[in-house]
């Protein structure tokens, strides 16, 4: 099957909720899009928004890892996948997106707006980076790009938000393409 189509049809099959929130994954990734598309983000990062937590499609059973505490590294998991087709804009900002979360915590204000699923991930990801880590995450290329998308990320959690039908990131999808 196609990639395009592959993706699609994961998004509308999926019916699990989005770890630890009353959302479900699709959505969460979609409204993610969505808010970079309102902030004027290129296109290719309103892709890597949009792709961002591929990898729990990937995972099996996503709920059951953070009800086990396991970390399922699904940003690895979602990155060796898609950088077989998506454009490097794309997929290296969904790489870093959790070492971004782990980065921002080092500021008291980012950390107290996490959702509490996200707190708990977070212990399970490595907790904050070092300063040397920090310095060193700074100097990677889409680095910008990745803190953007985490805060997307971050804000994407809203219910009863009217989330866009995937099928109109369609044509995104394509254009991101390699
Ligand atoms: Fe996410």
Redo the contacts with the bound molecule.
């Keep these: 099957m196609n990639v395009i189509y592959k993706i699609i049809s994961n998004f509308i099959n999926n019916k699990s909720l ?1 770890m630890g929130e009353k959302i479900t ?1 699709s959505e ?2 979609i409204q ?1 899009a969505m808010l970079a598309e309102k902030a004027k983000s290129n296109k290719s990062l309103v892709c890597a928004c949009l792709l ?2 591929y990898g729990h499609f990937i995972l099996d059973e996503p709920n059951d890892l953070v009800i086990k505490n396991l970390d399922g590294k699904h940003e690895e998991i979602g990155y060796q996948y898609l950088q077989k087709f998506f454009k490097k804009e794309v997929v290296e900002p969904i790489k870093h ?1 959790v070492k971004a979360k782990r980065y921002l915590v080092r500021d008291k204000k980012y950390f107290r707006q996490l959702s509490k699923a996200s707190i708990l991930s977070l212990k399970l990801q490595g907790g904050m980076l070092s300063s040397k880590e920090s310095k060193a995450f700074e100097k990677e290329d889409f680095f910008k790009d990745a803190i953007k998308l985490r805060k997307f ?2 804000a ?2 809203n219910i009863g938000v009217k989330i866009k039908d995937i099928i109109k990131y369609k044509d995104l999808l394509k254009a991101s393409l390699k």
């Design positions: 989005y994954l969460h990734m993610s961002h937590d997106h990320d971050d994407a959690k």
